[in-house]
């Protein structure tokens, strides 16, 4: 990659530095989705053993993994439950930085792969592939989108390890296959239907498989995916910032509805509110995310109230 150190391509290494800065401080900025919550939920706080047992553990199982290691290596916050995507999203631009530098001279021929990278020669019809924010957004956010992203990203620039990332892309992300589904269509192109069926597809299908042998076994309903931050994710950071100034060390105890349920326990890892106690009996405090907040009883004060967000004590 020589080449892609000369000044023509300065243009490139700019662009997709300041594509990684916007995904860095999304991911460092924006507030914890409903989404990522329920991913945290399920799929991080559950003990190891649990967690490949639980049901809809397939659609997690990737990030879920990768997201333990890093929450326990930087702590629980958004960010260190997002970093795998993060991450992901590094690899993605690089291997567009990769790809996009290639030139005619560079390229080794593999069977028929030789001229399916021609259009490389023309970087600019990969410009899209950074700046589209449905992409970049992807890795911002907890989920397994991103990884797979990242994932077929790899496939296309090593193609010699084509199976193990589209297997890997597969198993991050089961929910939306059509990702490695158009790459391997790709290479079967390129590389004839059955040599590619051979080297590629059955390869991949066999890793996803062995990945997900003992989650798909449970079911389950899959984990969402956002690309993006609701005001409602908003309103229950302002209303978790009011719990955390009204309650002090003496034990508290707090109510969820079931759409809150999730993101107050992960606030309640995330500050070490051990006071914070989520009983539902009696209690002191009651957080409400939801279109149609209940009615909230006359012996109640309202602390918040904003987008379906509902703090009452």
């Not at 010699?160 to 991050?172: D, H, K």
């Not at 994710?233 to 809150?260: H, Y």
Request: charged content about 15%; glycine content about 8%; proline content about 6%.
């Amino acid at each position: 990659m020589k080449q892609a150190f000369t000044k023509s391509n300065s243009w490139l290494f700019l662009l997709v530095a300041a594509v990684f800065v916007v995904i860095v401080w999304q991911a460092a900025t924006l507030p914890l989705t409903a989404a990522e919550a329920d991913v945290w939920y399920r799929f991080v706080r559950p003990k190891l053993a649990s967690f490949f047992l639980a049901p809809g553990a397939w659609s997690g199982l990737l990030y879920g993994l990768l997201a333990k290691r890093t929450i326990g290596l930087f702590r629980l916050s958004e960010f260190s439950l997002r970093l795998p995507g993060v991450l992901a999203g590094g690899v993605y631009l690089a291997s567009f930085v990769k790809l996009a530098s290639f030139r005619k001279t560079d390229m080794a021929p593999v069977g028929k792969l030789g001229s399916f990278r021609k259009i490389i020669r023309y970087r600019w019809l990969l410009l899209p592939l950074a700046v589209v924010p449905v992409w970049t957004h992807w890795f911002s956010f907890a989920g397994g989108l991103g990884l797979a992203l990242g994932f077929c990203a790899l496939a296309f620039c090593y193609s010699r390890f084509a199976a193990l990332w589209l297997g890997l892309a597969l198993a991050a992300a089961p929910q939306f296959g059509f990702v490695p589904l158009i790459l391997a269509a790709a290479f079967l192109a390129a590389w004839g239907f059955w040599r590619g069926m051979e080297r590629v597809v059955m390869p991949a299908i066999t890793v996803a498989f062995i990945l997900l042998l003992i989650p798909l076994s449970h079911g389950g309903s899959p984990v969402a995916s956002d690309s993006h931050s609701s005001p409602a994710d908003f309103a229950v950071r302002s209303a978790v910032g009011i719990l955390r100034r009204e309650t002090a060390t003496s034990p508290v105890r707090i109510a969820a509805g079931p759409s809150a349920e999730a993101s107050l326990a992960f606030y309640r890892e995330r500050y070490r509110r051990r006071n914070w106690l989520l009983d539902a009996r009696d209690p002191q405090y009651f957080l409400w995310i939801g279109a149609s907040p209940p009615a909230v009883s006359p012996d109640r004060t309202i602390l918040f109230q904003q987008a379906g967000v509902v703090l009452a004590r």
